[in-house]
Nanobody, 121 residues
Framework: QVQLVESGGGLVQAGGSLRLSCAAS????????MGWFRQAPGKGREFVGG???????YYAESVKGRFTISRDNAKNTVYLQMNSLKPEDTAVYYC???????????????WGQGTQVTVSS
């Protein structure tokens, strides 16, 4: 069992930056692929990016070059650094833990409660 808690969301102007954190419980954190997803009002949950246990990363095209995922296995924490934010990045951001490095939310086993990110124009 893994419990996830996101933090770091907030209100930021377009062009600004935020860093989200996702703290995980459990001794097997390092074995999981960690993914970030987001959900805007009235839309489905959208893949943002993921990081494998090895540290290799993969991103959605919409955030490549602007967002960076990292993880600190000693702290059981994964991060999402978001730069050059746009109003269309506004959403609730969720982290998930899974066994496979995919962009499908169906493949993630555990989820946090989400943190709101609002980007004003």
């Amino acid at each position: 069992q893994v419990q996830l808690v996101e933090s770091g969301g907030g209100l930021v102007q377009a062009g600004g930056s935020l860093r989200l954190s996702c703290a995980a419980s459990g001794r097997t954190f390092s074995q999981y692929t960690m993914g970030w997803f987001r959900q805007a009002p009235g839309k489905g949950r959208e893949f943002v990016g993921g990081i494998r246990w090895s540290g290799s990363r993969y991103y959605a095209e919409s955030v490549k070059g602007r967002f960076t995922i990292s993880r600190d296995n000693a702290k059981n924490t994964v991060y999402l650094q978001m730069n050059s934010l746009k109003p269309e990045d506004t959403a609730v951001y969720y982290c998930g833990a899974g066994r496979s490095a995919t962009d499908s939310n169906n493949d993630y086993l555990y989820w946090g409660q989400g943190t709101q990110v609002t980007v004003s124009s």
